[in-house]
């Protein structure tokens, strides 16, 4: 088995949750009815959708009962296998640069961080990174965004509180084209996802975007606290509705016991994950990897 890092480890709760109730489960019931509505029902604890576990445990019932087996090792390798399949139905992009990435999300999810450590990331790899505070609603919002910007070492472009949030990334898509800069990142005020003039908000900038920025390629990334659970796929739908999605960046996912709604994600939504946030410190925010995401959630 691969060696795996973070990810895996930001897992151990989901982990103790799943496999107890899987040990469990052999230990009682043989292949049948029975044991796959309650294979289903486990699914379904750990925030897997309805829907997709419905989905997982037909094929793993369709394909056990072509095979003709029946043990413990085959089902679960099989049940892994069919998760990892439905993650990566939403297949990770390659990243072309320049490019604007904005990121959206309700109101305390960790958005402000997460844009710390992507800028982090990018720097890190080579790249060069501007920050928009386009956060402009709540106080001291572009404050806290400066001091994240000086501790990852790269560009602020911030107006005054209250100011048009537009405004601040026009100005910022204009910087990063005249420095060339390889990377902005786009900060926006924490939304209720049922505010209907805070996502008109949203749409705005996005057009923004798109007519100032037209050969920079355009990410919208939706900050979810994985804490949350089947409420975190929820909020995905409307976001997606919104400004068309991109991708998922994960916090606390080393903080819950239920993180299946990330397959709901990927097989309902074909939204995929890019990365997951794993701990408090600045490095620690993942790639997301499927296989190392089944591997520890068992």
């Not at 060696?3 to 899987?22: P, Q």
């Not at 009962?65 to 297949?91: C, H, S």
């Not at 910007?149 to 048009?164: L, N, Y």
């Not at 097989?267 to 990897?289: C, H, Q, R, S, Y």
Request: some cysteine; aromatic content about 8%; hydrophobic content about 45%.
């Amino acid at each position: 088995m691969a060696l795996f890092g973070k990810l895996f480890a930001a897992l151990k709760k989901t982990k103790e949750n799943v496999s107890s109730k899987l040990r469990l489960l052999f230990a009682k019931n043989k292949l049948g009815d029975d044991f796959y509505d309650e294979l289903e029902e486990i699914l379904i604890s750990a925030d897997v959708s309805v829907r997709t576990a419905e989905d997982v445990i037909d094929q793993v019932k369709e394909e056990a009962i072509g095979e003709k087996l029946k043990d413990q090792q085959f089902v679960t390798d099989l049940l892994k296998d069919i998760l990892q399949d439905t993650l990566e139905e939403a297949p990770i992009p390659e990243i072309s640069y320049p490019c604007v990435i904005m990121l959206v999300g309700v109101n305390g999810v960790g958005k402000t961080t997460t844009i710390g450590k992507l800028a982090h990331y990018f720097k890190r790899t080579g790249k060069s990174v501007v920050l928009a505070a386009g956060d402009t609603f709540r106080a001291a919002a572009a404050d806290q965004l400066s001091v994240w910007a000086d501790r990852a070492g790269v560009r602020i472009v911030r107006h005054e509180e209250g100011s048009d949030p537009s405004a601040v990334v026009f100005d910022a898509v204009s910087s990063a084209k005249a420095r060339k800069t390889d990377v902005v990142i786009v900060d926006t005020a924490g939304r209720l996802h049922v505010k209907a003039n805070l996502m008109a908000e949203l749409s705005k900038m996005n057009r923004v975007v798109e007519r100032e920025y037209p050969e920079a390629t355009f990410y919208k990334l939706l900050v979810l606290d994985a804490t949350t659970g089947q409420n975190a796929f929820n909020q995905a739908q409307v976001f997606d509705e919104t400004v068309d999605l991109d991708g998922i960046v994960l916090t606390k996912l080393d903080g819950t016991a239920k993180g299946g709604f990330v397959v709901s994600l990927c097989g309902e939504l074909n939204i995929p994950v890019w990365f997951a946030g794993v701990g408090e410190k600045m490095e620690d925010l993942e790639p997301f990897d499927a296989e190392e995401f089944v591997e520890g959630f068992f």
